[in-house]
């Protein structure tokens, strides 16, 4: 069975970790492919990209059984997942996770990474690193702090409690949070729905908020001066002007 499933749909480009009766556990096979059909979502025609999990899981982290085989040498093998990492936060363009079920270690950094989070009630995040006596890996120590804060980051990663679908919603880390049997539907209409905006726009927005080069307020303004130089020059912006002007909606191309 392979690994991950990719499939294009209009603008949004679908990446399912395939590995069902593992709960989704990233062995080295699906990390490669991962990164592989990162690479692939990096094309013009692609506008958004979905990541999610087959079966009930999102996720379950890295494989243990693959780790207590022996097999790894973890510091080489954080490379893939680093790299994996950093594919989707330098995607200039939207990433969706659709979580349901477990998002457990590299699974919920995987979840984090991505810009948005739609859950269904059936999801929840368990860091779980350290309840291997692991540290915590895969970027999450950049994006937790940043969506939940300093303590409440060092409680989720420190003590590793379950946190279920609602207490994600309040924490911060899930955008939306819907039925079990609206997930699937509402994963594809609100992914299509941002497939159709200023993609460029978003990819703007998206190298911002990765910066750390604005550790000042001089230095944020003078970023947004620099990407605002480039979305004011975009078609988008010169449709969303026009739109506005003739009191329609705007047809944007990502451009
Ligand atoms: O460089 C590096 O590689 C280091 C990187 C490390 C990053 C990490 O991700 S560390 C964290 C690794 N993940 C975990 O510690 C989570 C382990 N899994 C669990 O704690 C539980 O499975 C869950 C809480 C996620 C779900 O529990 P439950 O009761 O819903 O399901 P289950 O029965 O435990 O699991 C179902 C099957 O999936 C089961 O297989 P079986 O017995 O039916 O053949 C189980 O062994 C398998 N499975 C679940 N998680 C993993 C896994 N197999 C391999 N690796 C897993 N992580």
Redesign the pocket.
């Known amino acids: 069975m392979e690994p991950l499933i990719t499939n294009k749909e209009g603008g949004v480009f679908f990446i399912t970790l395939n590995r069902p ?3 989704n ?2 062995n080295r096979d699906l990390l490669s492919a991962l990164s592989s059909a990162l690479h692939e979502a990096d094309a013009p025609d692609v506008r958004a990209v979905v990541i999610k999990g087959m079966g ?2 999102f996720c ?8 207590s085989a022996g097999k ?1 040498d ?2 080489k ?2 490379e893939l ?1 680093n790299e994996v990492f950093l594919q989707i936060r330098r995607l200039e363009k939207p990433v969706i996770a659709g979580v349901h ?2 998002a ?6 995987l979840a984090l990474a991505a810009d948005l989070r739609l859950l269904s009630y059936s999801a929840s995040f ?1 860091t ?2 350290a ?2 006596g ?1 540290a915590p ?2 970027g999450i120590t950049a994006t937790l702090p940043r969506l939940v804060g300093m303590g409440k980051a060092f409680e989720l990663l420190a003590l590793s409690p ?1 946190i279920n679908a609602v207490q994600a919603l309040e924490l911060g880390l899930a955008n939306r949070l819907v039925s079990d049997d609206e997930f699937e539907e509402t994963l594809i209409r609100w992914s299509t729905e941002i497939a159709n905006g200023p993609t460029l726009v978003y990819g703007l927005v998206k190298r911002a908020l990765n910066s750390n080069r604005a550790t000042t307020l001089e230095e944020a303004v003078a970023l947004e001066a620099e990407l605002q130089g480039i979305a004011g020059g975009s078609r988008d912006h010169q449709e969303g002007l026009a739109a506005f002007l003739e009191g329609r909606k705007p047809r944007f191309q990502g451009r």
Request: glycine share 10%; aromatic share 10%.
């Open positions: 009766d593992f709960l556990a990233i009930r899981a379950a982290g890295q494989d243990l059984k693959e780790a790894l973890y510091e093998h954080l997942y079920g477990v457990a270690g590299a699974g919920m950094s368990i779980a690193f309840r291997i692991l890996d895969t379950e």
